[in-house]
Every structure is written in C-alpha cells, then in structure tokens.
C-alpha cells in the first residue's frame, strides 16, 4: 500500500515539533493559522482606518512633513458638511449611481432571462455579451473615448442629427447637460454583463417543478413570471444592486479616463473630489473627514440593505 501524504508529512516532521503540536487543542491550531490572516487584516485595513480617522481631527498636510499637525477637532467635518460644492458632488454621484443601477438591472434582467431560454448559439451571445466586462476600465475608456470625438463619434452624430448641431464640432463628453449620460452609457455597456449572470444564477435555480405546477394550475405564462420568477430571482436582483452600488460609489477611473474631470463639475464624482482634496489641494487633514464621511454613508446604507436582503431571503 502506498504511503499516504499525511504519513509522509508526519514521518518527515521533527519529533520536538511533533509533540508540541500534538500537545495543542484543536482551537489552539485553528488560532496558529488563523492569526496571520487577521495581523494582515490590521495591517492593511484596520489601521489605515484608524489613522485616517485620527488624521481627520487635524490640519495635516502631507506636503509639510516638517510641520506639526495641529488638533482642530470637528472642524473639517463641519466644513464639510456645509460645504456647497460637496453636496453637488453628492447629488452628481447620487444621478450616477441611480441610472447606471437601473439600466444595468433593467437590460441585465431581460438579457437574462433571454438567454435563459434555451436556443441555438446560446453559448456564443453569452461570450460576446460578458466580454465588455472583462475589459480594464482604462481600454474601456480610451475605447469610448474614440467613440466621442467629433469627428468620428457614432452617439455625436445621432445626437447632433435629432438636435440639429453640427456632429463636426459637438461631442457628448463636451458638453454639461450630456457629460454625465456619457458615463452612464459607458458605465451601463461594461457592468451590465455582470448583472445578467448574477440574475441568469438566479433564474437557474429556480426547479422546473414550480412552473409545471403553475401551468397544472393553469397560471398564464404572465402571472408564473411575477409569482414565481420575480420573487424567487430578487435575492439576486438585490444581491447585483448592492455589489453595483458600492462599486458605482467610489468610481473613479473610468469617469477621469473619459472627461479628465470635466466639464465644469457635472462629472466630478465625490472619489474625484476626495483625490483632488487629498492631492492637489493637499489638505490631507480635512480629505480624511471626507473619508471618514463617505465610509461611513457607505456602511451605513449597505448594513441597512443587507439587513432588507436578509428578510427578502427569508420569505
């Protein structure tokens, strides 16, 4: 009989290290190799929370190393709580995360339930529609980028055909009103595949036997959608929403990538206004109340939607 990899790992073990770790308790063993996980957890999250909150109280400026911090308590929170151009930030994030949450549920729902059904070439619309999201947001946007530009842009043209402004001279990116839609396009075309095969788990969890009930029933193929499909996919709905949101919040790449932060502040996102707090203005102090600001909006309204998803599951 061959000798097994533990006998082998057991047989090649020091005998000094062999007693010590037979003499220790199985929670004592669980701790050994839990314990790295956990320092690197501090270390790379927990603590950089801690000092950005203590950072948050001051007048730090990281560009002045030589200089002593000094203690301003809830200065920087007040200052921005009250601040005018951070609640248009606010309210431009707020348009952003609304309507790309929409579309990409709205149009990843109904492509997967297409595809759901079975029919030929099947695997291969489902390749072609997942690639966008396979792409880095940095081709992404120099991609669209192209599709942009005024002298060659595709949604230039459509646009500037039904508006009558000369699709030579006009581009999306370029202007206020249509900026900010530009990036939900984008931002819709990439992340839409990623909502389409959350829901398509979804609908293939759903047993055959429910349907075949429904129809011995004779439920319409309408009423089976909105009592059975439709109640047992929103776990996953709600599940593509929540990871959608976080994600669309701190967005950052791709909006600079397509508008370099313009025009004007129709497309400045609060991740760009928190980078240009933190390294352009350099006021590190008060770009960590900023931090400290949206983190805790962002924990807060995802516990709350958890907590929503939880009693949806358990319906």
Same mark, same amino acid.
């Given at each position: 009989?061959?000798?097994?990899?533990?006998?082998?790992?057991?047989?090649?073990?020091?005998?000094?290290?062999?007693?010590?770790?037979?003499?220790?308790?199985?929670?004592?063993?669980?701790?050994?190799?839990?314990?790295?996980?956990?320092?690197?957890?501090?270390?790379?999250?927990?603590?950089?929370?801690?000092?950005?909150?203590?950072?948050?109280?001051?007048?730090?400026?990281?560009?002045?190393?030589?200089?002593?911090?000094? /203690?301003?308590?809830?200065?920087?929170? &007040?200052?921005?709580?009250?601040? *005018? %151009?951070?609640? #248009?930030?606010?309210? !431009?994030?707020?348009?952003?995360?609304?309507?790309?949450?929409?579309?990409?549920?709205?149009?990843?729902?109904?492509?997967?339930?297409?595809?759901?059904?079975?029919?030929?070439?099947?695997?291969?619309?489902?390749?072609?529609?997942?690639?966008?999201?396979?792409?880095?947001?940095?081709?992404?946007?120099?991609?669209?980028?192209?599709?942009?530009?005024?002298?060659?842009?595709?949604?230039?043209?459509?646009?500037? /055909?039904?508006?009558?402004?000369?699709? &030579?001279?006009?581009?999306?990116? *370029? %202007?206020?009103? #249509?900026?900010?839609? !530009?990036?939900?396009?984008?931002?819709?075309?990439?992340?839409?595949?990623?909502?389409?095969?959350?829901?398509?788990?979804?609908?293939?969890?759903?047993?055959?036997?429910?349907?075949?009930?429904?129809?011995?029933?004779?439920?319409?193929?309408?009423?089976?959608?909105?009592?059975?499909?439709?109640?047992?996919?929103?776990?996953?709905?709600?599940?593509?929403?929540?990871?959608?949101?976080?994600?669309?919040?701190?967005?950052?790449?791709?909006?600079?990538?397509?508008?370099?932060?313009?025009? *004007?502040?129709?497309?400045?996102?609060?991740?760009?206004?928190?980078?240009?707090?933190?390294?352009?203005?350099?006021?590190?102090?008060?770009?960590?109340?900023?931090?400290?600001?949206?983190?805790?909006?962002?924990?807060?309204?995802?516990?709350?939607?958890?907590?929503?998803?939880?009693?949806?599951?358990?319906?």
């Amino acid at each position: 009989m061959s000798e097994s990899a533990i006998d082998r790992l057991a047989r090649t073990t020091p005998s000094g290290i062999s007693r010590r770790v037979s003499g220790l308790s199985d929670r004592a063993i669980a701790w050994i190799f839990v314990t790295p996980t956990i320092l690197l957890l501090l270390a790379v999250n927990i603590f950089p929370l801690i000092w950005t909150v203590r950072l948050s109280f001051t007048n730090f400026r990281v560009n002045r190393p030589g200089e002593a911090p000094e /203690f301003v308590g809830l200065r920087n929170y &007040s200052r921005i709580l009250t601040d *005018g %151009d951070i609640w #248009l930030t606010m309210q !431009a994030t707020a348009h952003f995360l609304f309507w790309t949450i929409a579309l990409q549920v709205l149009i990843g729902f109904t492509l997967a339930y297409l595809i759901n059904k079975k029919f030929r070439g099947n695997d291969l619309w489902t390749t072609i529609i997942v690639l966008p999201m396979m792409l880095s947001p940095a081709v992404v946007g120099n991609f669209w980028t192209f599709l942009y530009q005024p002298q060659i842009g595709l949604f230039n043209y459509v646009i500037g /055909f039904f508006s009558g402004v000369d699709p &030579s001279s006009f581009s999306m990116i *370029g %202007d206020v009103s #249509l900026a900010p839609w !530009a990036i939900v396009i984008v931002d819709t075309w990439m992340w839409t595949p990623f909502v389409m095969l959350i829901c398509l788990a979804g609908l293939r969890s759903i047993p055959d036997s429910i349907y075949e009930a429904a129809e011995c029933d004779r439920a319409s193929k309408w009423r089976q959608f909105w009592t059975i499909t439709i109640p047992l996919v929103l776990p996953f709905l709600m599940l593509a929403i929540l990871f959608r949101g976080i994600e669309n919040f701190k967005m950052f790449d791709l909006v600079v990538q397509l508008t370099g932060g313009g025009p *004007g502040s129709v497309t400045e996102l609060t991740s760009i206004n928190l980078k240009r707090e933190a390294f352009e203005k350099w006021r590190t102090g008060y770009a960590s109340a900023y931090a400290v600001i949206l983190f805790v909006t962002v924990f807060g309204l995802a516990s709350i939607y958890v907590k929503a998803l939880n009693k949806v599951k358990e319906r």
